[in-house]
Nanobody, 124 residues
């Protein structure tokens, strides 16, 4: 059964860094566009970043630009999100997801497979 599993979440202080990983147990990872989303308590899910199959095209939400980097290793069927200069407002559950779209997309309803999420907490 295809699944995505996130890891790497945790608690850090403001200004700290974390790198999240998304391991894919699928047969199509190397052909899939992948994305990261997050959902803070009481807020709607929002797109963070997305990357196409060959790492040619990337999308970043405005809040992620300059601080977050999305990348992938198709040989390891793993996608990553490096987060730097973290702020308390980055506190959320972070999810990875897969879409059949060829280009990175920020629209959550275009993703058909989701991980269970990993908690990121940034303290001030």
């Amino acid at each position: 059964q295809a699944e995505l599993v996130e890891s790497g979440g945790g608690s850090v202080e403001t200004g700290g860094s974390l790198t999240l990983a998304c391991g894919a147990n699928t047969r199509t990872f190397g052909r899939d566009t992948m994305g990261w989303f997050r959902q803070a308590a009481g807020k709607e899910r929002e797109s963070v970043a997305a990357i196409d199959r060959n790492s040619v095209n990337r999308y970043y939400a405005d809040f992620a630009k300059g601080r977050f980097t999305i990348f992938r290793d198709n040989a390891k069927s793993t996608m990553y999100l490096e987060m730097r200069s973290l702020k308390p407002e980055d506190t959320a559950v972070y999810y990875c997801a897969r879409t059949s779209k060829l280009l990175p997309t920020s629209l959550w309803d275009e993703y058909d497979l989701w991980g269970q999420g990993t908690q990121v907490t940034v303290s001030s």
